[in-house]
């Protein structure tokens, strides 16, 4: 019984894409602890095929850093490109959640929403961090029109 209330709760979890380093650079050099850098990250859109995003962003190094205590800044960036055909995996939802990952220790994180511009015939996504308390109105925005893909 246990098992089966465990498999439900992850089936009513939201599907969310998981990032794959790309690269970084280093920022800031630390003393102690990892420096301070941005990473490039990619993900592909876990409800369309044949779109992959990839997203810059600051990361905090030093000693509070390298523990994961540190709060990385709100900046990020963010580009998403058609790498194939452009099919839907099940209804799409003007806001849905494609990315979502801890920017603190508790109340601090990035996200990445998805919204269907039908009038243009385009995927817009959009890149911001929200904190419990304060949010911050830093963000960044990319957008694929719904093209056919040439084989």
Do not use: H
Not at 43 to 61: H, I, N, Q
Not at 133 to 138: A, R, T, V
Request: glycine residues 10%.
């Amino acid at each position: 019984m246990i098992k089966g209330i465990f498999a439900a709760a992850l089936l009513a979890l939201p599907m969310l894409a998981g990032a794959e380093e790309i690269g970084q650079v280093s920022t800031v050099f630390k003393f102690v602890g990892p420096n301070d850098r941005i990473v490039v990250e990619a993900f592909d859109d876990p409800k369309v095929e044949g779109v992959t995003c990839y997203l810059s962003r600051a990361k905090t190094g030093g000693v509070k850093g390298g523990l994961g205590l540190a709060e990385d800044r709100a900046e990020a960036s963010i580009a998403c490109r058609q790498v194939g055909p452009i099919r839907f995996k099940g209804e799409l939802k003007d806001g849905d959640e494609v990315f979502k990952e801890r920017t603190s220790l508790v109340f601090k994180t990035m996200q990445v929403v998805r919204f269907l511009d039908k009038k243009r015939n385009t995927l817009v996504y959009l890149v911001y961090s929200d904190r419990l308390i304060e949010g911050s109105p830093q963000n960044a925005v990319t957008a694929i029109p719904i093209l056919p893909w040439a084989q």
